[in-house]
């Protein structure tokens, strides 16, 4: 799904239905659900806050070419991370930051003393950690912007308008509505 972050209006969605003949082999199932998603919505300076599983370096290099930015956690074990930096311990609540020549900065944020989270983003170029020592501000841009999907999901069960029925595509007729519902019924006080 395709939230907006300041209305938490579903913008596109599509129900994954397994694998898809018609994705090019040289691109990942991630990158292509997230483009599918923005086809939209690229070439506008717009902004997508991605999770780790959806967020690569090669997603980013795509989308900067669209004139879309991108920022979000990426898994330590992902081939483009080195493994001398994913393992890196680092003080507690310090923030080490590096810069890609194709203007992606990548965080390390050093969150428990034996857990880091890795930040990828081509929205902040300028190298800054801000005076708050606890968090950086590219990890509080993060925190404030990924929560749109997770909204919604609430918010949909919160006014389910789900019945019984054994069959699927009921169910997910059913999904529609809710999302549907969700978004005007929020703002009703339903």
């Known amino acids: 799904m395709l939230v907006d972050n300041d209305t938490k209006y579903l ?86 930051l590096l810069r890609n020549g194709d203007g992606a900065t990548l965080t390390v944020y050093q969150r428990k003393v034996n857990k880091n989270v890795l930040l990828l983003s081509t929205l902040h170029s300028a190298i800054d950690i801000g005076t708050n020592r606890k968090i950086s501000p590219r990890l509080q841009f993060y925190n404030k912007t990924k929560c749109g999907v997770d909204i919604l999901d609430q918010m949909a069960c919160r006014y389910s308008t789900r019945a019984a029925a054994r069959r699927w595509p009921v169910h997910v007729f059913y999904n529609i509505l809710d999302l549907r519902r969700s978004v005007h019924g929020s703002f009703t006080g339903v």
Request: glycine residues 4%; positive net charge.
């Open 11 to 96: 913008c596109n969605a599509f129900p994954y239905l397994g694998k898809d003949e018609l994705r090019s082999a040289n691109e990942s199932l991630p990158e292509s659900v997230v483009m599918q998603l923005m086809s939209p919505y690229l070439n506008k300076g717009r902004n997508v806050t991605t999770d780790n599983f959806f967020t690569s370096v090669s997603l980013a290099r795509t989308l900067k070419v669209k004139d879309t930015s991108i920022v979000g956690t990426i898994s330590r074990t992902r081939r483009e991370i080195l493994a001398v930096l994913a393992m890196e311990r680092a003080p507690l609540h310090e923030t080490t």
